[in-house]
T-cell receptor, first 112, second 111 residues
């Protein structure tokens, strides 16, 4: 009974391609996040949505576009992929009144 | 100066040892402090959560926050090989905001 799930788990693609990563949570949370973890394991916030509304948008290239069709889903679309986009992308969710964020298993993106 | 500093290690200890992991931070507005554990190729999982200064204990784990020194610690007693993982400190200044993570400390407990 997965709380936060992501698909795909692994994604290998060529430079210049467009790809999407999907995230779903079944915890009833109202806030969802995308984090990027680089090769040195540093985890950094990219976006946050609260009730389908974008509330955090860190300095991320506009090739990255999050979309939240409903409270339980937050997808990440990446255009014109670059080598430097290779990383593990984690989705997380929380109830806004707490800070306990639950993370998904991650999507390992490799750009060749 | 980075907002959150954490020694990446690696830290190697024998089974049964007491482990001390630490983070320092620069933003005095941080109020919520967390420790996450991340096994290889897995997502971070929450270990401990503390609001403001003080101590919190959960089984073999104790989290300490000293806001006056901008210093947080995680102690692991009677460490086990299954504790081998990367430990990430994280903090935020208000509820429902993004967490600011340290770089993580890699711990290896040998049997």
């Amino acid at each position: 009974d997965t709380a936060v799930s992501q698909t795909p788990k692994y994604l290998v693609t060529q430079m210049g391609n467009d790809k999407s990563i999907k995230c779903e949570q079944n915890l009833g949370h109202d806030t969802m996040y995308w984090y990027k973890q680089d090769s040195k394991k540093f985890l950094k916030i990219m976006f946050s949505y609260n009730n389908k509304e974008l509330i955090i948008n860190e300095t991320v290239p506009n090739r990255f576009s999050p979309k939240s069709p409903d409270k339980a889903h937050l997808n990440l679309h990446i255009n014109s992929l670059e080598l430097g986009d290779s990383a593990v992308y984690f989705c997380a969710s929380s109830q806004a009144v707490t800070d306990t964020q639950y993370f998904g298993p991650g999507t390992r993106l490799t750009v060749l | 100066q980075k907002e959150v500093e954490q020694d990446p290690g690696p830290l190697s200890v024998p089974e049964g040892a007491i482990v001390s992991l630490n983070c320092t931070y620069s933003n005095s507005a941080f109020q919520y402090f967390m420790w996450y554990r991340q096994y290889s190729r897995k997502g971070p999982e929450l270990l401990m959560y503390t609001y403001s200064s003080g101590n919190k204990e959960d089984g073999r784990f104790t989290a300490q926050v000293d806001k006056s020194s901008k210093y947080i610690s995680l102690f692991i007693r009677d460490s086990q090989p299954s504790d081998s993982a990367t430990y990430l400190c994280a903090m935020s200044h208000s509820r429902g905001t993004a967490l600011i993570f340290g770089k993580g400390t890699t711990l290896s407990v040998s049997s």
